[in-house]
């Protein structure tokens, strides 16, 4: 196949395709299973979309004539595609390092909010910040990001609380999806907790008759394009009945249902996300059986959050009943001030060890599930033609490596790949090269 293409990644040890017959997702089977093949290679197109997959020298004799404008040889490495972080609070300003003394001191979430921390405290500081301020460091938390392997990452605004700063952070987001190498999906979450001197009743007043009109302004004026709807529905932030006015009012204007649930306290939100077609909660440490039973059924992926519960001390999301009963299990990093992580590979790595899942199940919570997760699995999530070619090349000759090193995906991983051109290059590939 004659013609010019952006890059071919040549004779990998493993390609980690995870999928192999375009499936929207795994569930258990599935997962346990992921699609392989060693000795393969990769073409990705100038369009930035994968155009071949298969043993190298059959695509080497398909390409004999094509021009490439890289070319990776990739012996003795693995091939993955780029990971999917289904949940993350990046922009804000003002960390919250005191708190986790405190934490570790015996106060509990619930405890440090209550008393003005927390996400009070994170909203007083991100209401102050300038725009071009937010916008610095949300760039350099993304570069991290990627730079551990994570190439499609969900983005939430909810530190803000009123209008002006929670437009403020949409616009940082939409400025980052139009000027870097890295997929966004954008997440309005003003609904993430109770402004103070309002009361929940209020505050779902404000969002349904001023914020959601707005959102559906901007959007049609192409200013910006929020994805998903977010909502904390946990005890003393929004209960059942204003998560479902606020998440209904979203779906109304055509955002994605993706929300935060039965966290902290059972509140059937698994219940109510599967009877208004949610495509993904969040957490679920407390999530009931007919929750699990109803998201099942209703094809809504649960977006697990290790590291949350790892650094909160609290149960782990009953993940392997998830996985048996056939619920579409994603994984997130949770980064905020309160849960500071970028590594999708740790989060793999705890998935594994404090959820039990097993590497191939953690790999697809990553990849094809957390992309389904954001409505992106047709796009993102494995290595398959016509995908796009988000790809990450490690070290190893096994792929398993990438979370069997816990911490260890700096040395690790050689590349990272966004819609075929490199750009995370480690040290010791040399230096990277330009287009």
Not at 172 to 186: F, H, P, Q, Y
Not at 305 to 329: C, D, F, N, S, W
Request: proline share 3%.
């Amino acid at each position: 196949m004659a013609g010019r293409h952006r890059l071919l990644l040549e004779n990998a040890q493993q390609l980690v395709l995870v999928c192999g017959r375009g499936e929207e997702y795994l569930r258990r089977d599935g997962a346990a299973s992921l699609a392989l093949l060693p000795g393969a290679s990769v073409v990705v197109g100038l369009d930035g979309c994968i155009k071949a997959v298969g043993q190298a020298d059959v695509i080497r004799n398909q390409f004999s004539g094509a021009t490439f404008e890289r070319i990776i040889d990739c012996s003795g490495k693995c091939v993955l595609p780029g990971l999917v972080d289904a949940h993350t609070h990046p922009v804000w300003a003002g960390d919250r390092v005191h708190e986790f003394a405190m934490k570790l001191a015996g106060a509990s979430y619930m405890e440090i909010h209550q008393a003005g921390g927390g996400i009070h405290f994170t909203v007083e500081h991100t209401r102050k910040a300038s725009e071009e301020e937010l916008f610095n460091t949300f760039k350099h938390r993304l570069e991290r990001m990627r730079g551990a392997g994570s190439t499609l990452v969900e983005c939430k605004s909810g530190y803000g609380l009123n209008l002006e700063t929670e437009l403020k952070m949409l616009r940082v987001i939409e400025r980052a999806k139009k000027s870097m190498d890295i997929g966004i999906s954008s997440t309005y979450c003003g609904a993430h907790s109770v402004p103070k001197g309002k009361t929940a009743t209020e505050a779902t007043d404000d969002i349904i008759n001023n914020h959601l009109p707005k959102l559906k302004e901007l959007k049609l004026s192409g200013e910006v394009h929020v994805n998903n709807i977010d909502v904390f529905c946990e005890k003393g932030v929004f209960d059942l009945d204003s998560t479902r006015r606020i998440l209904q009012a979203g779906k109304d204007i055509g955002l994605q249902i993706n929300f935060h649930g039965d966290e902290l306290h059972p509140m059937k939100s698994a219940e109510l996300g599967a009877e208004l077609g949610a495509r993904a909660i969040s957490h679920l440490e407390e999530v009931s059986d007919e929750g699990i039973t109803a998201m099942a059924r209703a094809k809504c992926a649960a977006v697990l959050l290790p590291t949350t519960a790892y650094m909160l001390r609290l149960k782990q999301p009953p993940a392997r009943k998830m996985l048996e009963e056939g619920v579409i299990v994603a994984l997130g990093s949770d980064f905020n001030p309160n849960a500071y992580c970028f590594s999708m590979p740790m989060v793999m790595h705890l998935a594994c060890v404090n959820m039990k899942m097993s590497m191939n199940e953690a790999l697809a919570a990553a990849t094809i599930n957390a992309a389904y997760a954001l409505g992106k699995s047709d796009t993102h999530g494995s290595i398959e033609t016509g995908k796009q070619g988000d790809l990450v090349i490690i070290n190893s000759s096994r792929w398993e490596h990438l979370i069997y090193q816990f911490g260890g995906h700096e040395a690790l991983i050689d590349y990272v790949i966004v819609k075929g051109k490199v750009v995370y290059q480690n040290e010791r590939c040399g230096t990277m090269s330009s287009y």
